[in-house]
């Protein structure tokens, strides 16, 4: 068996195993291009977890670079995806489907003798297309996209041949290369890749806002000491649900204004801490401070009414008092009134 048959079996084994044996260490991070440079956006841990340290991510790329690339050595490391992204999410492809929608990519001559992962959110699964092979079709092929995953999962295409996605789920989804799990990128790769990334970047900030409430707060980014082009900036998250990431500010003298949101077509939501709590649920740090205000509140009002009653209260005595005063003072005088009467008719 030849080295390349060998290696693509190899693939092949280590693509089912990724769909069969779980997803644990999934990402649901959002790609898209911002002028000339890619893009990666999430929260640094997903799932994200309220109450719990976590944060905004991004890795930034150049496309130019990537160009670049491409021209100087074409066709060399094919084999490795040399100078094709296949282990990023949506290095090669995103496309986002509304539900009953559809999306299509033409895999053309370049990734001859490649296959590429894929996956969607939220479903969290994961297949595999292999482009180049004997015998594989030629025509259009189909991928089928349901809750419980890709219908077929792997597919075996020639080069210039167009896969098209289906969406046969109730609700959107989002498709894009790249497999579900974080990968190790293989030794020979990393320094192609990491030429791709701009590193250095001090001019970037990101504005974090909890969409339900509308509270923001400005951060800024730290580039990952063992990771150059990717940036982070760390918070707790301390109420669930959406979260928006809006990046500004400029790269290598480039304006930059791009908003990311979380939803379940593009990086995970904030997940209530009770949800993932087993066997008893405990109180988040957010509810157990609500209800010790909402405690704080009921006693200073309680603490109100009885200062007013208290006060009431001496004023009723006090006018008792006043009122018991005169009456004794009025008896006094009367009585003292009859003994002059009767003493000066003695």
Known sequence: MSLFHWRTHATLLLTVLFAVLGTGAALAHEGRDVGDYNFVVGFINEPAVEG????VSIRVTSLVEEEEAGHDDHGAGKEMGGDIDIVSHGGVFVGGL????????TFDQDFENLSIPFHAHPIET???IMVGHEGASTDGVVIEIHENGFEPAMVMIQADTTVRFENHMSEATVVMSGPLGEVEVPAEES???ESKRVAGITTLQVEVT????SVSKVMDLKEAWNSPGQYKSEFIPTSPGA??????GEIEGTAIDESFKSSNTTFDEVTAATELQFPVQLASPRETENAARGALDAANE???????????GMWAVGLAVIIGLAIVGLVFQRSG???ITRFLRK
């Open 98 to 105: 509304a539900a009953g929608a559809h999306y299509e990519y």
């Open 302 to 312: 309680a603490g109100s009414k009885a200062s007013d009653a208290l006060i009431l």
């Open 210 to 213: 909890h969409v339900a409430s």
């Open 126 to 128: 994961q297949g595999s």
């Open 52 to 55: 719990t340290l976590n944060g």
């Open 191 to 193: 320094d192609h890749g």
């Open 337 to 339: 009134k009859k003994r």
């Open 243 to 248: 979260y928006n990431f809006r990046f500004f």
